[in-house]
């Protein structure tokens, strides 16, 4: 997940000053130049709080620079991402258009794929990627040739974010018929409905932003996918504008409380404890919410990956004694991609291997009608 830049913090802060709350809220939420739209009464007690946006904007803008390169071992591809030769499928470029919107997204198709229905993984990108650097960077396309697995990897638009961050803390983009959450549920539909997917065998992952729209799909759409991967994201609902995302970042947002009566979506966690950018305890508040029935924890594991990260992974069983969540909390992960190759950004490679580990646990979790 990236903060605006100091820049565009300084600039936020003058125009707050100025007293032109909406271009400088345009400028927080990471929205093209000339777009900015008066504030909707839902948010004018904010706007009588200009002094203390300016405030937030000049301390944020002191520390949010730091925080936009992961640290420890993360690194940046010095060029664009390249198809990985033990990905031989397809990896076409496509496009929808629906009531959400429209974007361009990509799908990996397997060069072999066994007989019938295969299952369909949508992955979501966090700011500043795209679907070949995220594919570079969790190698799910390597993983998926081996399984038999349809890969999409929707694109977020400068358009819809400067930073083409997922828009997450937005009310908007957390309802099931409206903006993001209707668009990626589209994508998926449309390859569903060209037949060589199983309806029953659709998940969705993501990172940071990512990981957060992640989180909202399982939420908007628990009859659509099977199971849901959120690495270093955030609970859906823990933010309804930008104020309050830097605040749940930073100290960590519960979210909306789900219906109980809401099917329990299985869900797989990836979060680093040395993570600054979006506090640990999101993690642990993404698990809360997949499970409004509640769940016990069966057993917890302590080891070390290949790389010689250490990790705790909590296993958690529904009331009936199925295992439904597992939570992944790496030591000294910093805000990356567990166990991902250097070839894409924001990824830590000696982590344990997120993308196996979440294949294996959707796999596992087929949707039960």
């Known amino acids: 997940m990236n903060f605006p830049s100091r820049t565009d913090m300084k600039e936020a802060s003058r125009l707050t000053r100025e007293g032109r709350l909406a271009e400088a809220m345009a400028i927080l939420r990471g929205e093209p130049a000339g777009t900015a739209r008066p504030p909707s009464p839902a948010s004018s007690p904010f706007a009588g709080r200009l002094s203390g946006l300016a405030r937030m904007a000049q301390t944020m803008a002191k520390g ?8 420890g071992r993360t690194k940046r591809p010095s060029s664009a991402p390249t198809p990985s030769a033990a990905a031989p499928g397809r990896f076409e470029t496509r496009s929808f258009a629906g009531a959400g919107g429209s974007r361009e997204y990509k799908l990996y198709i397997p060069a072999t794929l066994p007989p019938g229905p295969r299952p369909l993984v949508v992955m979501l990108h966090g700011c500043t990627q795209s679907p070949d650097d995220f594919a570079a960077g969790t190698r799910m396309n390597e993983l998926a040739e081996k399984e038999g697995v349809l890969v999409a990897y929707p694109a977020q638009s400068r358009a819809a974010n400067a930073q083409k961050c997922w828009n997450w803390f937005n009310v908007a983009d957390q309802q099931r018929e409206t903006g993001e959450p209707a668009l990626i549920a589209g994508i998926a539909q449309a390859i569903i409905a ?15 932003a990512g990981g957060a729209a992640a989180a909202i799909m399982a939420s908007t759409h628990p009859d659509l996918f099977a199971a849901v991967g959120v690495h270093s ?9 930008m104020p309050s995302a830097f605040a749940a970042m930073k100290k960590g947002g519960r979210g909306a409380a789900p219906a109980r009566d809401r099917r329990v979506v299985p869900t797989i966690v990836f979060h680093g404890d040395s993570d600054a950018t979006v506090h640990p305890v999101n993690g642990d508040h993404v698990i809360a919410q997949s499970a409004p029935g509640g769940t016990t924890a069966q057993r917890e594991t302590h080891a070390r990956s290949p790389g010689g990260m250490d990790y705790t ?6 009331p009936h004694g199925r295992p439904v969540l597992e939570h992944w909390q790496v030591h000294g992960l910093a805000h990356a991609w567990s166990g991902g190759s250097a070839d894409g950004s924001y990824t830590e490679p000696n982590g344990p291997d997120a993308s196996r580990e979440m294949l294996r646990f959707f796999l596992a979790h087929p949707r039960a009608d």
Do not use: I, M
Request: with cysteine; aromatic share 6%; glycine share 14%.
């Open 233 to 241: 994201g955030l609970a859906c609902g823990a933010a309804r504008d």
């Open 194 to 208: 060209e037949g060589a997917v199983d309806p029953a065998r659709v998940y969705v992952a993501g990172l940071s």
């Open 313 to 318: 992974c909590t296993v958690h069983n529904d």
């Open 64 to 71: 949010f620079e730091k925080g936009l390169e992961p640290a």
